[in-house]
Protein backbone atom coordinates (compact mmCIF):
# COMPACT_ATOMS: atom_id res chain seq x y z
CA UNK A 1 0.00 0.00 0.00
CA UNK A 2 1.29 3.31 -0.86
CA UNK A 3 0.44 6.35 1.01
CA UNK A 4 0.95 9.86 0.29
CA UNK A 5 -0.18 13.07 1.92
CA UNK A 6 0.97 15.47 -0.87
CA UNK A 7 -0.35 18.47 -1.13
CA UNK A 8 -1.65 18.05 2.68
CA UNK A 9 -1.09 21.09 4.68
CA UNK A 10 -0.12 19.78 8.38
CA UNK A 11 0.66 21.89 11.52
CA UNK A 12 2.17 20.07 14.41
CA UNK A 13 2.85 21.49 17.93
CA UNK A 14 6.14 20.70 19.62
CA UNK A 15 8.05 19.81 16.88
CA UNK A 16 11.18 21.08 17.65
CA UNK A 17 12.49 17.21 19.00
CA UNK A 18 11.11 14.11 20.27
CA UNK A 19 7.86 12.84 19.07
CA UNK A 20 6.69 16.10 17.69
CA UNK A 21 9.75 16.11 15.12
CA UNK A 22 9.21 12.77 14.30
CA UNK A 23 5.95 13.31 13.11
CA UNK A 24 6.49 16.67 11.61
CA UNK A 25 9.27 14.59 9.49
CA UNK A 26 6.99 11.44 8.58
CA UNK A 27 4.52 13.70 7.69
CA UNK A 28 6.97 15.79 5.16
CA UNK A 29 8.51 12.66 3.68
CA UNK A 30 5.10 11.81 2.57
CA UNK A 31 4.29 14.96 0.68
CA UNK A 32 2.83 17.20 3.52
CA UNK A 33 3.64 20.71 3.94
CA UNK A 34 4.41 21.30 7.59
CA UNK A 35 4.45 24.18 9.56
CA UNK A 36 5.99 23.52 13.24
CA UNK A 37 5.07 25.13 16.37
CA UNK A 38 7.21 25.27 19.56
CA UNK A 39 8.66 27.53 22.10
CA UNK A 40 11.85 26.36 21.38
CA UNK A 41 14.46 28.31 19.67
CA UNK A 42 15.57 24.96 18.06
CA UNK A 43 12.33 24.56 16.15
CA UNK A 44 13.84 26.93 13.27
CA UNK A 45 16.70 23.89 12.42
CA UNK A 46 14.05 20.95 13.23
CA UNK A 47 11.73 23.06 10.44
CA UNK A 48 14.49 22.97 7.80
CA UNK A 49 15.61 19.75 8.59
CA UNK A 50 12.13 18.70 7.20
CA UNK A 51 11.65 21.50 4.58
CA UNK A 52 8.89 23.24 6.73
CA UNK A 53 8.18 26.93 8.09
CA UNK A 54 8.86 27.58 11.72
CA UNK A 55 6.10 29.59 13.81
CA UNK A 56 7.44 30.00 17.57
CA UNK A 57 5.45 30.67 19.97
CA UNK A 58 4.56 29.81 24.20
CA UNK A 59 1.07 27.66 23.99
CA UNK A 60 0.24 28.62 27.34
CA UNK A 61 -0.12 32.36 26.32
CA UNK A 62 -3.66 32.32 24.33
CA UNK A 63 -3.15 35.24 22.67
CA UNK A 64 -0.02 34.28 21.05
CA UNK A 65 -1.04 30.96 20.01
CA UNK A 66 -3.91 32.25 18.14
CA UNK A 67 -1.94 34.66 16.52
CA UNK A 68 0.95 32.16 15.40
CA UNK A 69 -2.01 29.27 14.34
CA UNK A 70 -3.73 32.04 12.15
CA UNK A 71 0.18 32.65 10.61
CA UNK A 72 0.99 28.84 10.37
CA UNK A 73 -2.60 28.70 7.86
CA UNK A 74 -2.02 31.83 5.93
CA UNK A 75 1.10 30.64 5.37
CA UNK A 76 0.19 26.69 4.39
CA UNK A 77 -2.64 28.08 2.50
CA UNK A 78 -5.05 26.33 4.93
CA UNK A 79 -4.99 23.38 6.91
CA UNK A 80 -5.82 19.59 6.30
CA UNK A 81 -3.96 17.96 9.60
CA UNK A 82 -3.42 19.33 13.06
CA UNK A 83 -1.39 17.18 15.41
CA UNK A 84 -1.32 18.59 18.87
CA UNK A 85 1.74 17.10 20.38
CA UNK A 86 3.39 20.31 22.63
CA UNK A 87 2.99 19.13 26.01
CA UNK A 88 5.23 19.38 29.59
CA UNK A 89 5.45 17.46 32.31
CA UNK A 90 6.59 17.48 36.07
CA UNK A 91 7.00 15.02 38.38
CA UNK A 92 5.82 16.08 42.69
CA UNK A 93 3.93 14.61 45.19
CA UNK A 94 0.03 14.19 45.03
CA UNK A 95 -0.31 16.58 47.87
CA UNK A 96 2.84 19.06 46.80
CA UNK A 97 0.90 20.39 43.36
CA UNK A 98 -0.50 23.60 43.80
CA UNK A 99 -2.44 26.19 41.85
CA UNK A 100 0.45 27.34 39.83
CA UNK A 101 1.32 23.71 38.45
CA UNK A 102 -2.06 22.73 37.59
CA UNK A 103 -2.94 25.93 35.74
CA UNK A 104 0.38 25.89 33.64
CA UNK A 105 0.09 21.81 33.16
CA UNK A 106 -3.44 22.21 32.29
CA UNK A 107 -3.20 25.72 30.08
CA UNK A 108 -0.11 24.27 27.77
CA UNK A 109 -1.42 20.34 27.86
CA UNK A 110 -5.10 20.75 27.69
CA UNK A 111 -6.78 24.36 26.66
CA UNK A 112 -3.88 24.97 24.12
CA UNK A 113 -5.01 21.57 22.50
CA UNK A 114 -8.32 22.72 22.69
CA UNK A 115 -7.89 26.05 20.98
CA UNK A 116 -5.92 24.67 18.36
CA UNK A 117 -8.30 22.39 17.56
CA UNK A 118 -10.90 24.80 17.13
CA UNK A 119 -8.97 27.68 15.18
CA UNK A 120 -8.22 24.78 12.83
CA UNK A 121 -11.54 23.19 12.49
CA UNK A 122 -13.03 26.76 11.68
CA UNK A 123 -10.46 26.66 8.82
CA UNK A 124 -11.55 23.33 7.61
CA UNK A 125 -14.99 23.89 7.76
CA UNK A 126 -14.75 27.26 5.68
CA UNK A 127 -12.32 25.00 3.01
CA UNK A 128 -15.01 22.68 3.17
CA UNK A 129 -12.54 19.66 2.57
CA UNK A 130 -12.69 17.78 6.15
CA UNK A 131 -9.71 17.11 7.60
CA UNK A 132 -7.61 15.35 10.60
CA UNK A 133 -6.90 16.28 14.09
CA UNK A 134 -4.44 14.12 16.14
CA UNK A 135 -4.06 14.51 19.29
CA UNK A 136 -1.25 13.22 21.59
CA UNK A 137 -2.79 12.11 24.65
CA UNK A 138 -0.89 9.56 27.23
CA UNK A 139 -1.31 6.43 28.82
CA UNK A 140 -1.51 8.35 32.13
CA UNK A 141 -4.77 9.27 30.83
CA UNK A 142 -5.65 5.58 31.69
CA UNK A 143 -3.18 4.59 33.99
CA UNK A 144 -2.27 7.79 35.99
CA UNK A 145 1.15 7.25 38.02
CA UNK A 146 2.53 8.30 41.03
CA UNK A 147 3.82 11.71 41.06
CA UNK A 148 1.53 13.29 38.03
CA UNK A 149 -1.62 13.96 39.10
CA UNK A 150 -1.54 17.02 36.79
CA UNK A 151 -0.07 15.64 33.75
CA UNK A 152 -2.60 12.51 34.06
CA UNK A 153 -5.44 14.67 34.62
CA UNK A 154 -4.41 16.87 31.22
CA UNK A 155 -3.83 14.17 29.34
CA UNK A 156 -7.35 12.79 30.29
CA UNK A 157 -9.03 15.99 29.42
CA UNK A 158 -7.38 15.68 26.21
CA UNK A 159 -8.97 12.19 25.46
CA UNK A 160 -12.02 13.98 26.65
CA UNK A 161 -12.20 16.89 24.05
CA UNK A 162 -10.92 14.82 21.30
CA UNK A 163 -14.38 12.85 21.46
CA UNK A 164 -16.41 15.30 21.70
CA UNK A 165 -14.45 16.92 18.81
CA UNK A 166 -15.43 13.56 17.04
CA UNK A 167 -19.01 14.18 17.60
CA UNK A 168 -19.37 17.66 16.85
CA UNK A 169 -17.04 17.72 13.84
CA UNK A 170 -17.58 15.04 12.06
CA UNK A 171 -20.48 16.21 9.90
CA UNK A 172 -17.86 18.70 8.05
CA UNK A 173 -16.07 15.19 7.28
CA UNK A 174 -13.16 16.26 10.19
CA UNK A 175 -12.07 13.27 12.05
CA UNK A 176 -10.40 13.68 15.96
CA UNK A 177 -8.30 10.86 17.47
CA UNK A 178 -6.08 10.69 20.20
CA UNK A 179 -2.72 9.03 20.27
CA UNK A 180 -2.08 7.65 23.87
CA UNK A 181 1.62 6.96 23.89
CA UNK A 182 3.28 4.68 27.02
CA UNK A 183 7.10 5.18 28.00
CA UNK A 184 8.98 6.76 24.90
CA UNK A 185 12.60 7.76 25.36
CA UNK A 186 12.36 11.88 24.36
CA UNK A 187 14.29 14.77 26.04
CA UNK A 188 11.35 15.54 28.01
CA UNK A 189 11.38 13.70 31.69
CA UNK A 190 15.28 12.82 30.33
CA UNK A 191 16.32 14.63 33.58
CA UNK A 192 14.27 12.61 36.17
CA UNK A 193 15.00 9.05 34.42
CA UNK A 194 17.32 6.72 35.46
CA UNK A 195 18.89 3.34 34.20
CA UNK A 196 16.85 1.25 36.75
CA UNK A 197 13.57 3.07 35.65
CA UNK A 198 14.48 2.54 32.04
CA UNK A 199 14.90 -1.34 32.47
CA UNK A 200 11.95 -1.71 34.63
CA UNK A 201 9.54 0.21 32.89
CA UNK A 202 10.68 -1.80 29.60
CA UNK A 203 9.79 -4.77 31.86
CA UNK A 204 6.30 -3.52 31.62
CA UNK A 205 6.03 -4.22 27.70
CA UNK A 206 5.45 -7.82 26.27
CA UNK A 207 8.06 -6.40 23.75
CA UNK A 208 11.00 -5.73 26.60
CA UNK A 209 11.36 -2.35 25.32
CA UNK A 210 10.23 0.83 25.25
CA UNK A 211 9.21 3.14 22.32
CA UNK A 212 10.70 5.35 20.36
CA UNK A 213 9.44 8.79 18.48
CA UNK A 214 9.01 7.03 15.35
CA UNK A 215 6.48 4.36 16.93
CA UNK A 216 4.28 7.02 17.32
CA UNK A 217 4.64 8.82 13.98
CA UNK A 218 3.89 5.77 12.18
CA UNK A 219 0.42 6.24 14.04
CA UNK A 220 -0.21 9.50 13.21
CA UNK A 221 0.55 9.68 10.16
CA UNK A 222 -1.93 6.68 9.52
CA UNK A 223 -4.17 8.65 10.92
CA UNK A 224 -3.58 11.62 8.88
CA UNK A 225 -3.91 9.01 5.40
CA UNK A 226 -6.66 8.18 3.73
CA UNK A 227 -6.51 4.30 5.42
CA UNK A 228 -7.13 6.42 8.97
CA UNK A 229 -10.09 8.04 7.28
CA UNK A 230 -13.09 5.80 9.38
CA UNK A 231 -11.65 6.11 13.03
CA UNK A 232 -12.69 9.14 14.75
CA UNK A 233 -12.76 9.66 18.57
CA UNK A 234 -10.80 6.60 19.47
CA UNK A 235 -7.72 6.75 22.23
CA UNK A 236 -5.13 4.75 20.31
CA UNK A 237 -2.28 2.95 22.53
CA UNK A 238 1.15 3.27 21.34
CA UNK A 239 2.65 1.27 24.67
CA UNK A 240 3.83 -1.86 23.73
CA UNK A 241 1.16 -4.05 25.40
CA UNK A 242 1.73 -1.68 28.59
CA UNK A 243 -1.87 -1.02 28.19
CA UNK A 244 -4.40 -2.83 26.13
CA UNK A 245 -7.69 -1.29 26.82
Same mark, same amino acid.
Given at each position: ???? @??? #??? &??? %? *???? &???????????????????????? %?????? *????????? !? +?????? @????????? !??? %?????????????????????? $? /?????????????? /??? $??????????????????????? *????????????????????????????? +??????????????????????????????????? @??? +??? +??????????? $?? @?????????? %???? #?????????
Amino acid at each position: MTVT @LSG #NRA &IVT %G *AARG &IGFAIARSLADLGANVAMLDIADQ %GREAAD *AVGGCFVQV !D +LGDPDA @LSEAMTTAM !DTL %GGIDILVNNAGILSHMPFLEVG $T /LDWNRTMAVNARAT /LQT $TQAAARRMIAQGTGGRVINIASM *AAKSGGRHEVHYAASKAAVVALTRVAAIE +LGEHGITANSICPGYVLTEMGAATRTEEDVAAWSA @LSP +LGR +LGEPEDVAGVA $TF @LASTSGGYLT %GQAI #NVTGGMIMH
